[in-house]
């Protein structure tokens, strides 16, 4: 074999480390955390948490003909039940500016249906700045006490949802008002807002019930309680027993 004719391995190409290099460059582009830079915390009953606070409880009533009609008194029975519960100091009747006398009428029945519940010297009459001349200003009831409330205001929109030029526009978080109207609806529903901070205390066990079932089980018997169930055909229904 000829000298000439022995082949010996070439040096690596420069260029495979090169390409390897930039390679590397570019994936770790998917791990750059410019994304994650100012994220809103937690999801949103951390961005928009529902807290008690004193707060002002209002109901505004409307006059039907001159008066109160049978809704708007229950409205106002149920409005002192909850003053009851969990309001401090009075009630405050508020009529509009300008117009106390002419809803003095409504004024004296809202105090005799407050009375109705047993309320009494805790009522007191004022005014609220006039809205719109052309549109009918309730009476407003309202009392200071415990409520619950979101933290947050809500309709807030501090970035563009639709913006593809800017680091705001690549987070995959969801929008900083997301959330908040569904807390807020929750914090106005609620029944007694201590039930978002505690669980209620459990009511004591049936007596009579646990007797049963600890005697049935002495007696070898299943202490399940058997409830009869009767189907009915659905074409009986409404025919009244028919021919």
């Known amino acids: 074999m000829?000298?000439?004719?022995?082949?010996?391995p070439s040096p690596p190409s420069i260029a495979w480390p090169l390409l390897a290099g930039l390679a590397a460059a570019t994936l770790s582009g998917c791990g750059v955390d410019y994304a994650m830079d100012a994220v809103a915390p937690g999801g949103f009953a951390e961005r928009h948490p529902i807290v008690l606070a004193d707060a002002s409880t209002t109901l505004e009533v409307y006059p039907v003909g001159g008066g109160l009609d049978?809704?708007?008194v229950a409205r106002i029975r149920s409005f002192a039940e909850r003053y009851r519960a969990l309001g401090v100091g009075r009630i405050t009747i508020l009529a509009p500016a300008g117009q106390v006398d002419k809803h003095g009428r409504i004024v004296g029945e809202i105090r005799r249906a407050l009375a109705s519940t047993g309320l009494r010297g805790f009522v007191g009459v004022g005014s609220y700045p006039g809205g719109d001349p052309t549109r009918?200003?309730?009476?407003?009831?309202v009392f200071e006490g415990l409520k619950a409330e979101v933290a947050t205001p809500c309709g807030v929109w501090p970035d563009d949802l639709a913006s593809g030029g800017s680091t705001e526009g690549w987070k995959n978080d969801a929008y900083a008002n997301f959330g908040c109207a569904t807390q807020a609806t929750l914090a106005a529903q609620v029944d007694d807002p201590r039930d978002l901070s505690q669980a209620r205390a459990s009511d004591p066990p049936d007596v009579a019930m646990r007797t049963r079932a600890i005697g049935d089980v002495r007696e070898g018997k299943d202490p399940a309680t058997n409830w009869a169930t009767k189907l009915t055909p659905i074409g009986q229904v409404g025919q009244g027993g028919g021919t």
Do not use: K, T, Y
């Open 2 to 8: 000829s000298r000439n004719s022995i082949r010996h």
């Open 70 to 72: 049978r809704a708007a």
């Open 136 to 141: 009918v200003a309730p009476v407003r009831l």
